[in-house]
């Protein structure tokens, strides 16, 4: 081999018509990991591919004049391969371009994944869309499992809840190709003996992704060979979290081995909150027009923040109302008896968990204040039910929590999270009629507490856009009308706006 070929930046490997390694250059004893091959067959010291078309050129009656490009997974290289015919044998060219490859595939790998994502995002907007209009947890299941299960992402989809009174998973929805798979998740939720992924995220409100999964020992056994059976590779099984609370649960099964990227994971989040938050709707609506509820009362000891903070001040408190704020703290508004208003600051900044406080109104019979409380506590808890507070009451360390629920909510549950998680223990259950109240006798009540100068009033500044933005008209333009001053305009609006709120609201004792 001349100097030339000897210093070449790629492999030179000189054969002869019978397949002997008669001269290698350095690159190419480097490229094919080979101390000294020169001696020996070719087929002994060149790496194996899948087609082992080096040998097939070296293997007829002549060398075949070639040119290809393979990999060779001994050694985990690309080789862009030459073979030329010479008189007395022939040369072989190599050329590692493993690099090339890996950014080949690299960029096949995120165009598809795009493509996969825009896919997913298309899929799931149509399903977040579909579940705001949706009315019953029966359709908020089947709108899940359709758009997931009836599209060529998955295999198939189901939707499981949990059962009325207890913790264990029913199937409420299922779309999709199941075959063998979805029988065998379904016995082993069943069984008890073992745990499926949906059960764990039930229990930890979190994502839980297994792939592949014929080889996870997170999976049961028998998931495991009816997933082989099918063809299914990868599970993911997304809580419907609203809040503390989770409703149950979406499993999702699919057929390649990396199915759920983080970014898709995180778009699966986003639907189980929205679908929480859609089932919480539901249960909420059911308690505004249902003519019966359910009615839980809890006493609650010293793990209540407004239970220690009745005992530090030596006050009754009364929630009056309170604002859920998303991840934001809660709002309460607290009647506070005596002159216990006035020391609400000083008494809360000890407490962590009170962030901030604000005096409403303070006077030697009592006052208002606001509480921002941030962390889980009782009165998030029951509205994550799909609950409202009828009356809380804390006085001398302990308080008295009364809650409306819906008919179809899970009353054990409720029972066991507001007495293992927020030191309740549990009262009084009672069923009860309930009025329900039409908009029309709605708009008669209010009618009924309006004066006729403030009806007037109101009727005007809406008529003349005083509270659109940017406002139609000013307070002086629409009191010039009624023939009455800004300053007495706005007197009435107030006094008529707090009527319209207070009937809204259900500020009253009848209504907390």
């Known amino acids: 081999m001349d100097e030339r070929c000897q210093r070449a930046p790629f492999g030179v490997l000189d054969v002869t018509a019978k397949g002997t390694v008669s001269a290698i250059n350095e690159t190419g004893r480097t490229l094919i990991d080979a101390t000294d091959p020169t001696g020996a067959q070719l087929a002994e010291v060149f790496p194996r591919s899948v087609d082992d078309t080096i040998l097939t050129a070296f293997g007829g009656d002549s060398i075949t004049e070639t040119e ?251 929630v009056e109302g309170m604002v859920p704020q998303a991840d934001d703290p809660l709002l309460c508004f607290v009647s506070v008896e005596g002159e216990g208003a006035e020391r609400v600051g000083q008494e809360t900044a000890g407490i962590e968990t009170i962030e901030r406080t604000r005096t409403i109104s303070a006077s030697e019979s009592g006052g208002t204040v606001e509480l921002s409380v941030r962390g889980p506590t009782a009165l998030l808890a029951i509205s994550s039910f799909g609950g409202t507070i009828r009356r809380a009451s804390f006085d001398s360390g302990t308080g008295r929590l009364v809650a409306d629920l819906p008919p179809d909510a899970d009353i054990r549950h409720v029972v066991e999270t507001v007495s293992s998680e927020y030191d309740g223990e549990f009262v009084a259950k009672e069923s009860r009629q309930r009025s329900v109240t039409t908009a029309s006798e709605f708009r008669d009540e209010l009618d009924d507490r309006l004066t006729e100068r403030q009806r007037t009033v109101l009727r005007t500044a809406y008529l003349a856009d005083y509270f659109e933005s940017p406002r139609g008209s000013t307070a002086e333009e629409v009191g010039a009308a009624l023939d009455i001053t800004g300053s007495t305009l706005l007197h009435h609006l107030r006094a008529g706006q707090r009527k319209l709120l207070d009937a809204y609201l259900d500020r009253t004792p009848e209504g907390r």
């Not at 997913?120 to 399903?127: A, G, Q, Y």
């Not at 949706?134 to 809840?161: K, N």
């Not at 089932?279 to 505004?288: C, F």
């Open 68 to 318: 290809f490009e393979e990999y060779y997974p001994d050694i985990d290289r690309w080789f862009a391969v030459s073979v030329v015919p010479l008189e007395n044998g022939g040369t072989v060219y190599l050329q590692d371009i493993t690099e090339h490859y890996r950014e080949k595939q690299l960029l096949q790998e995120i165009q598809q994944e795009r493509r996969r994502t825009t896919l997913i995002d298309d899929v799931l907007s149509d399903i977040l869309a579909a579940l705001v209009d949706a009315t019953s947890r029966e359709e908020i299941a089947e709108t899940v499992c359709r758009g997931l299960g009836e599209t060529d992402l998955y295999e198939f989809a189901w939707v499981g809840e949990r059962d009325m009174g207890g913790d264990d998973v029913a199937v409420r929805a299922v779309a999709g190709e199941t075959g063998e798979t979805f029988r065998a998740v379904r016995d082993a939720i069943d069984d008890g003996s073992v745990t499926t992924p949906e059960e764990r995220a039930v229990e930890s409100g979190r994502l839980e992704a297994v792939q592949p999964l014929t080889a996870s020992s997170a999976i049961p056994e028998s998931v495991r060979t009816a997933g082989f059976a099918d063809g299914i590779q990868s599970t993911l099984a997304i809580p419907l979290v609203y809040e503390p609370h989770v409703h149950g649960v979406v499993g999702v099964y699919a057929g390649g081995t990396e199915t759920f990227s983080e970014r898709e994971r995180a778009s699966f989040d986003t639907l189980g909150e929205v679908a929480g938050f859609a089932i919480t709707a539901v249960r909420n609506r059911n308690l505004l027009f249902s003519d019966r509820v359910v009615e839980v009362t809890f006493e609650l000891g010293e793990g209540s923040v407004l239970a220690r903070l009745s005992q530090s001040l030596d006050a009754t408190l009364t």
